[in-house]
């Protein structure tokens, strides 16, 4: 027959209800997965952008500025596009319609009379090989030759700015996680000194009694390791739900930010918030763990 | 076992608790300290149980001088000692069982090792039945007896007792001062302050008392 397994009882005494310290981690835990969530909308708004613009090339044989229209446009524009379909890694090149050059300069300059007159450029659209890489300036050149009004255009300074934002959002996001990373080790550290106060008769005994600094600290941190990733598990659960209902606003058609990209997390981006409570389990532990020692070196 | 060589004390910037205290406890040895209240034999037995550090002179525990041993030792030196307090500092929130437990936990050990002779030491003490009650339920007499279980449970080299018969009945305090004996002839080193002389007299032991923060040695112990 075994002997039955005896439970012990608890170093520290259990504590009722949610603590303030339980409503800050919760509260950092949102504030933190938004921060994460933005940053995921932000990498995949860039990743888009640079899938849809690279990968082509688009070339502008310009009318003149001032003066008469060049009579030459049309034959200038069918070079380059000659000279586009004889070049390594571009896959095709068709010149885009009068008309749908038109609608393109629609928002800004509006439809009508007007726009028929101006002197608009041909546009010409290339497709690219993709990951093809293509000597731009030797283009260039023999486009120069070819058309002497042709503009290359790469996207590349677009993609450029474009990748800048995301990395302004993405590192702004990054930096707001290291300050809520920051704030939430300080309310534990403050938390854990309170606790030690708190519990001041049961440290000095077990101290007394010759336990090693470690089996103290050990009473500690799992009490704010478990209670961080409570608090923070519903923290990051607000915020989540919170990207799922952006995601069904934006499917019925309601876009919260115009012009931005949508605010909906994947679910595979989603399941990345589950590393706020864990994180913030991981902070209160360590901070804890840290504090505690720390406390017990100072005395006798 | 113990040795101290001019030893004072005090708190803070106060007068002197204890001054040029000098002795020696050998090991196996079974000893008395007395003296009036607030004489400074809590005090002196502080220092010797590592709650706090001399004000001056040499204190050797075991072999070490604490002058010289590093802090990170010490939580080895303080399992090796168990002390009854004067006020018992039980833990409220626990059992009197898991109360006695708590050295042999402190040392690495498991339930199923230790309840046995947790629970027979309870027994011993008159409290078999009152095993599962947390302190404050417990009369002043019971807590200490508890205080007392938990000193001598894991059979430390030395055993400190600051007034451990305060608030039991003189029964009950032969009792416990046989537990001590007991515990003297499987080689605990013992020292326990007590005013009570009705126990001095029936031990025959060796007693030191301090006067003032001196140290008089009385008697000499039967050998
Ligand atoms: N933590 C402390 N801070 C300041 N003074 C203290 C402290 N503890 C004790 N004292 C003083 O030191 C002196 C000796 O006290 P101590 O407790 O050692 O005496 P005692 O001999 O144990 O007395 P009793 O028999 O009443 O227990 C007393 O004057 C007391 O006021
Ligand atoms: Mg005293």
Request: charged content about 20%; overall charge neutral.
């Amino acid at each position: 027959m075994s002997a039955p397994i005896r439970k012990r009882g608890r170093i520290l005494p259990r504590e009722a209800g949610a603590a303030p310290l339980d409503v800050v981690i919760g509260v950092m835990a949102f504030l933190a997965a938004l921060a994460l969530g933005a940053s995921l909308v932000a990498d995949r708004a860039a990743e888009g952008w640079r899938a849809g613009l690279s990968g082509r090339l688009t070339v502008q044989v310009l009318p003149p500025e001032h003066g008469a229209p060049n009579p030459a446009l049309a034959q200038e524009t069918a070079a380059a596009l000659d000279v586009l379909r004889s070049t390594d890694g571009v896959v095709h090149a068709d010149e885009i319609s009068q008309e749908e050059t038109l609608k393109l300069v629609e928002p800004w300059l509006g439809s009508g009379a007007v726009i028929a007159d101006l002197p608009l450029p041909r546009l010409i659209d290339a497709t690219l090989v993709p990951g093809a890489r293509i000597d731009l300036a030797a283009l260039t050149q023999r486009l120069k030759q070819a058309a002497p009004d042709s503009v290359l255009d790469d996207h590349s300074h677009w993609i450029a700015r474009l990748k800048g934002v995301a990395d302004a959002v993405i590192w702004s996001a990054y930096g707001i996680l290291a300050l809520i990373a920051i704030a939430t080790a300080s309310a534990i550290a403050f938390a854990t000194r309170a606790g030690l106060e708190a519990h001041h008769d049961i440290v000095s005994l077990l101290h007394q009694m010759g336990a090693r600094a470690g089996f103290i600290a050990r009473a500690f941190e799992w009490h704010y390791f478990i209670s961080a990733l409570f608090a923070a598990s519903v923290g990051g659960a607000l915020a989540a739900a919170f990207f799922v209902a952006a995601g069904g606003l934006e499917s019925v058609g309601i876009e919260p930010v115009p012009f931005l990209p949508p605010l909906s997390l994947q679910p595979a981006e989603l399941g990345w918030l589950i590393v706020v409570p864990l994180g913030s389990a991981f902070i209160a532990w360590a901070t804890a763990r840290l504090s505690v020692l720390a406390a017990l070196r100072r005395i006798y | 076992m113990v040795r101290f060589e001019n030893v004072g004390m005090r708190y803070g910037p106060g007068p002197e608790v204890l001054r040029d205290v000098t002795f020696v406890l050998e090991a196996g040895s079974f000893t008395f300290l007395t003296g009036p209240s607030g004489a400074g034999k809590s005090t002196l037995l502080k220092l010797m149980f590592l709650a706090e550090p001399p004000s001056r002179g040499l204190v050797n525990l075991f072999g070490n001088d604490l002058a010289t041993t590093k802090r990170s030792a010490f939580a080895a030196l303080r399992r090796r000692i168990g002390v009854v307090f004067q006020d018992f500092r039980l833990l409220d929130h626990l059992s009197a069982f898991d109360n006695v437990a708590l050295p042999l936990r402190l040392a690495g050990g498991k339930p199923d090792d230790y309840t046995q002779d947790v629970e027979e030491l309870l027994g011993w003490v008159g409290l078999g039945d009152r095993m599962h009650a947390k302190p404050p339920t417990l009369s002043g007499g019971e807590q200490q007896r508890v205080a007392i279980a938990r000193a001598v449970v894991a059979r430390p080299d030395l055993l400190l007792a600051d007034e451990p018969t305060g608030n039991v009945d003189a029964e009950i305090g032969q009792r416990l001062i046989r537990l001590f004996g007991e515990l003297n002839r499987l080689g605990t080193t013992v020292l326990i302050a007590t005013h009570d002389r009705s126990l001095i007299e029936n031990a025959r032991a060796r007693e030191i008392r301090l006067v003032d923060g001196r140290l008089v040695e009385m008697r000499a112990g039967r050998t």
